[in-house]
């Protein structure tokens, strides 16, 4: 159940919305500045909202499609997940403090050929403190700055044919680079395929040997 916040209206109006389960909606007030918490049987939508839904209701439908991607993100934005959905001490406990990405981890059907693309290819170096013997499979360490790529030599249960031909619409990781034309030169002489961003970046995207997918973006100085 999802928890929709309201707070710079005073009243709503309900309106029938086909397939939307009940909400509890949180509003509050102007003259008191209290929290009023009410359950209805159907999606309450305040009234600037259901003004701008009839409007979107008269758009062309190829008209509707950025807009539509608007309001969804407006709606994710103001939503937060109802109380019970989880347990209750995880919304009291301190919060996570991520600090990146320690180390990408990559299927492949066979070690040495993966290595002859990583590392010779592409030029990464192998940490060395990490021997894949720690694992029950065959595997290695490469370094992209201070991060890694794990490579696993496991059966992949993804399809490795009918990928899409541009990465950027396929599952994929991104690393930086100070100068993308060295990687270029190196793909190209590789006879190794690539695309470039559609986005107009300084970036391409290309896949290893077990077609997964990298994208590589210029960004100068790291972070």
Request: glycine share 6%; proline share 8%; aromatic share 6%.
């Amino acid at each position: 159940m999802l928890v929709s916040r309201v707070s710079c209206f005073t009243s709503c109006n309900t309106l029938n919305l086909p397939g939307l389960a009940p909400k509890v909606l949180i509003s509050k007030t102007s003259s008191t500045g209290a929290c009023v918490r009410r359950t209805t049987s159907r999606a309450s939508v305040c009234t600037p909202v259901m003004a701008s839904l009839r409007f979107f209701s008269r758009l062309p439908e190829e008209l509707k499609q950025t807009p539509r991607r608007i309001l969804t993100a407006s709606r994710l934005a103001s939503t937060v997940l109802a109380p019970g959905s989880l347990d209750a001490g995880a919304f009291n406990a301190s919060p996570v403090r991520f600090e990146g990405v320690h180390h990408v981890a990559l299927l492949c059907s066979n070690l040495e050929t993966s290595l002859q693309f990583f590392q010779g290819v592409l030029g990464l170096e192998i940490n060395l403190d990490r021997p894949d013997a720690k694992l029950p499979y065959r595997g290695a360490w490469l370094w992209i700055g201070p991060e890694m790529i794990h490579l696993m030599e496991l059966p992949n249960p993804d399809p490795v044919d009918n990928r899409p031909e541009h990465g950027g619409r396929d599952r994929h990781f991104c690393l930086g680079v100070q100068d993308i034309k060295p990687l270029v030169e190196r793909l190209e002489a590789a006879n190794i395929t690539f695309t470039k961003s559609m986005s107009g970046r300084p970036a391409i995207f290309f896949r290893d040997p077990d077609m997964n997918c990298l994208e590589v973006v210029e960004q100068g100085t790291w972070r």
